[in-house]
T-cell receptor, first 112, second 114 residues
Framework: AQSVTQLGSHVSVSEGALVLLRCNYSSSVPPYLFWYVQYPNQGLQLLLKYTTGATLVKGINGFEAEFKKSETSFHLTKPSAHMSDAAEYFC??????????FGSGTRLLVRP | DSGVTQTPKHLITATGQRVTLRCSPRSGDLSVYWYQQSLDQGLQFLIQYYNGEERAKGNILERFSAQQFPDLHSELNLSSLELGDSALYFCASMSGGSTYNEQFFGPGTRLTVL
């Protein structure tokens, strides 16, 4: 069965600093991987997804993630944090019935 | 705006009661998913419908049921409510059913059981 582990329930960075949110997955088949963002009192919005092809995936708002099969990881990065990036981020793996299995989420805090 | 609508936004009710949450998917999307987000369980998949038929089931309690109607809107029915059912319930829709297209999430219904 697929599963996702997000390391760090809270990550705090200074504005302008690198953002790194960690995600490791477990999947017996080639995975479909996603990062979603949830702003306060809102639904989830897709940042980026990996299905097949290029292992470096670029998403919206300057985020990108690299699929590393050997490390079973799909970490999310952004070179320079902005105050508006403060939100909760969820990594998810898709299973064969196209439902999403989510990690526990990482809350990103951006310090001025 | 994802194009997915959910009503009501907030629902406050008492233990033992029954409620219905409604979801309208994006125009043309055939798949509807229901997820529950709670502090202790996180985001969990409940159930999926595709073009009116149940496609997949997750950690959905027997007290909960759902259906998708011919116009593709979906309803999630929660009965014999318990305090632990208090959560944010999301609906998501996806076009097609055979590839990994994006799931678009609605704004959610916040259920509070007192």
């Amino acid at each position: 069965a697929q599963s996702v582990t997000q390391l760090g329930s809270h990550v705090s960075v200074s504005e302008g600093a690198l953002v790194l949110l960690r995600c490791n997955y477990s999947s017996s088949v080639p995975p479909y991987l996603f990062w979603y963002v949830q702003y306060p009192n809102q639904g989830l919005q897709l940042l980026l997804k990996y299905t097949t092809g290029a292992t470096l995936v670029k998403g919206i708002n300057g985020f990108e993630a690299e699929f590393k099969k050997s490390e079973t990881s799909f970490h999310l990065t952004k070179p320079s944090a902005h105050m508006s990036d403060a939100a909760e981020y969820f990594c998810a793996v898709g299973d064969s019935s196209y439902k999403l299995i989510f990690g526990s989420g990482t809350r990103l805090l951006v310090r001025p | 705006d994802s194009g997915v609508t959910q009503t009501p936004k907030h629902l406050i009710t008492a233990t033992g009661q029954r409620v219905t949450l409604r979801c309208s998917p994006r125009s043309g999307d055939l798949s509807v998913y229901w997820y529950q987000q709670s502090l202790d369980q996180g985001l969990q998949f409940l159930i999926q419908y595709y073009n009116g038929e149940e496609r997949a089931k997750g950690n959905i309690l027997e007290r909960f049921s759902a259906q998708q109607f011919p116009d593709l809107h979906s309803e999630l029915n929660l009965s014999s409510l318990e305090l632990g059912d208090s959560a944010l319930y999301f609906c998501a829709s996806m076009s097609g059913g055979s590839t990994y297209n994006e799931q678009f999430f609605g704004p959610g219904t916040r259920l509070t059981v007192l």
